[in-house]
């Protein structure tokens, strides 16, 4: 059974930084590429960008929004993805979720972590 | 980037109706595009991939039409359960993008 869990959420600063992992299980990690979306509270879902497999090159691509302060990574001997948050703003609050994309089709998602920046 | 645009926004019905959503799309998207159901609290549970297949274990009452800009998820006899959100997202190119949601409620 495919099985994504997102953690490391949690209250921020604004300016700060934070990482999440998606730790994944029940499938071969390293064959799939990785997705992330976030939902604001009260709010709809918004994609927040991709990170291919190594077979693919790990290319990744960020959401407007995001780039230049996100960075997607993975580390395929852990089955494990990451999303450093680097500059956090305000509107970065929301829960996060992580997904294994099939040809563009996100089937698995994690459960979520919620990410609060305030001061 | 590519704007998706759910219609209604909420949506009231009695179970055993027959339900629509609509969602069209600023520009072509050929079939790539899927249908989420988010029940509070809760991840976005894929129900429609390919704009017209029903994704392992949906039931049957699903069912997604469209091509191009314009689709539509149609249930086709209300269940309790279904009383959820439901949203529209393309895959067609990078940025993926989502339909504002319809906010389903059984009356």
């Known amino acids: 059974e495919v099985q994504l869990v997102e953690s490391g959420g949690g209250l921020v600063q604004p300016g700060r930084s934070l990482k999440l992992s998606c730790s994944a299980s029940g499938f071969t990690f390293g064959d799939y590429g990785v997705s992330w979306f976030r939902q604001a509270p009260g709010k709809g879902l918004e994609w927040v960008g991709f990170i291919a497999s190594k077979s693919y090159g790990g290319t990744t691509q960020y959401a407007a929004s995001v780039k230049g302060r996100f960075t997607f990574s993975r580390d395929d001997s852990k089955s494990v993805a990451y999303l450093q948050m680097s500059s956090l703003k305000t509107e970065d609050t929301a829960v996060y979720y992580c997904?294994?994309?099939?040809?563009?089709?996100?089937?698995?998602w994690g459960q979520g972590t919620l990410v609060t920046v305030s001061s | 980037d590519i704007q998706m645009t759910q219609s209604p926004s909420t949506l009231s019905a009695s179970v055993g109706d027959r339900v629509t959503i609509t969602c069209r799309a600023s520009q072509s998207i050929s079939s790539w595009l899927a249908w989420y159901q988010q029940k509070p609290g809760k991840a976005p549970y894929l129900l429609i991939y390919g704009a017209s297949s029903l994704e392992s274990g949906v039931p049957s009452r699903f069912s997604g039409s469209g091509s191009g800009t314009e689709f539509t998820l149609t249930i086709s006899s209300l269940q309790p359960d279904d009383s959820a959100t439901y949203y529209c997202?393309?895959?067609?190119?990078?940025?993926?993008?989502f339909g504002q949601g319809t906010k389903l409620e059984i009356k």
């Open positions: 997904t294994r994309p099939y040809r563009g089709i996100d089937a698995h």
């Open positions: 997202q393309h895959y067609n190119s990078y940025p993926y993008t």
